[in-house]
């Protein structure tokens, strides 16, 4: 990916698709640097890493009355930890995606009269940031079982994991449901995959975020199957995956 202008940063929160109502979407990833300068460190300060953190801010134009919309859902989330996903470009498969596991910290609205009425909020980590893809699209309404795109993350070694963050952005239908699992095989062909993840059965919007335990894992691709049921439903829903 080469240089390019900020015109189609997305910004999922845990249930809602908030980047239709953000002009201005910020990521910091920080470590701590702790000081062990001595005697011997020839006259050069010496540091370790210490805590990670990260933090997501966003701001926008300020919408309400439907719980897609950026006050519904920031009342709803402030205070909770949830499922996060920024991408700088785009969200069609295989985009770049930052996802983490985080808390809304803040929510501010208004502004002087005359001015169109904004929104600000901030999430911080509590989970480590992850450099991702796209799995899962949030424009493709998915009505029946199915599998999704192969993506080539790579092998996953020891003391790393595998992170998957769903984001449900709507459920309509009657009784519907819909359970979202991760596999992976060592091919793209598919052929005899595994189920890593598999996400809690989800009826209405809302956000779920997973990891692997940190085992190894020599598989090298990934792909999503998500298993549909109830009377004419339909879901909305991105997902993104990351190793780290």
């Not at 929160?13 to 062990?36: C, F, Q, Y």
């Not at 949830?82 to 929510?107: E, F, I, K």
């Not at 989970?127 to 092998?155: C, E, S």
């Amino acid at each position: 990916m080469g240089k390019f202008v900020l015109l189609d940063a997305r910004l999922f929160a845990p249930g809602a698709d908030l980047s239709g109502a953000s002009n201005k979407i910020e990521l910091t990833s920080e470590i701590e640097d702790k000081d062990v300068t001595n005697y011997r460190s020839q006259g050069w300060k010496e540091v370790l890493g210490g805590l990670g953190s990260a933090e997501i801010s966003a701001e926008g134009q300020w919408e309400a009355g439907d719980p897609s919309m950026v006050d519904d859902v920031s009342w709803s989330t402030l205070g909770g930890i949830g499922p996060y996903t920024v991408c700088p470009t785009d969200s069609v498969v295989g985009a770049l995606a930052y996802l983490t596991s985080g808390m809304r910290v803040d929510y501010k609205v208004g502004d002087a009269v005359g001015e169109v009425a904004p929104w600000t909020g901030t999430v911080k980590s509590s989970w480590p940031l992850v450099r991702g893809q796209i799995a899962h699209p949030p424009g493709t309404a998915r009505t029946t079982t199915g599998t999704g795109t192969v993506l080539n993350l790579g092998a996953i070694p020891a003391g790393k994991r595998l992170y998957a963050a769903l984001h449900v952005l709507s459920a309509a239908g009657t009784t519907p449901s819909l359970t979202v699992s991760v596999e992976s095989d060592d091919a793209a062909g598919m052929a005899d995959p595994t189920t890593l993840l598999t996400f809690p059965a989800a009826d209405e919007p809302g956000g779920q975020i997973l990891r692997t335990d940190g085992t190894a894992i020599t598989d090298t691709h990934y792909r999503l199957a998500w298993t549909i049921s109830g009377t004419t439903p339909s879901f909305m829903f991105a997902v993104s995956l990351g190793i780290r």
